[in-house]
């Protein structure tokens, strides 16, 4: 049996960016739901100032996978000018 991985991403929008950030990230959500062991994928929490993703993959293995999927690629073309730092990502493997 594998283990379960939990993922939290924070995205920081430039001033103004917020909108464009959210609506990428609503795209990106929709594409990953469908993906293989993809058990949550949403945003809980967002403010002008800051954005947090919240996901859950079956496994590591299928993570990895997503993490060089289309629909990542796609949101950090898509994020490329609308941030003001790099993604925070915490990530737990869990028992």
């Known amino acids: 049996m594998t283990d379960t991985v939990?993922?939290?991403a924070?995205?920081?929008?430039?001033?103004?960016?917020f909108f464009r950030v959210k609506l990428a990230l609503d795209i990106a959500i929709e594409q990953v739901l469908e993906e293989?062991?993809?058990l949550q994928y949403e945003?809980?929490?967002?403010?002008?100032?800051?954005?947090v993703?919240?996901?859950?993959?079956?496994?590591?293995?299928?993570?990895?996978q997503h993490l060089h999927g289309p629909a990542v690629q796609d949101l950090h073309e898509s994020l490329s000018a609308l941030l003001a730092e790099p993604v925070q990502v915490s990530r737990s493997d869990k028992p």
């Open 6 to 8: 939990a993922v939290t």
């Open 10 to 17: 924070v995205f920081i929008p430039l001033d103004d960016e």
């Open 36 to 38: 293989p062991g993809c």
């Open 43 to 51: 945003v809980t929490d967002a403010q002008p100032e800051r954005i």
């Open 53 to 64: 993703l919240t996901e859950r993959w079956e496994s590591a293995e299928l993570l990895e």
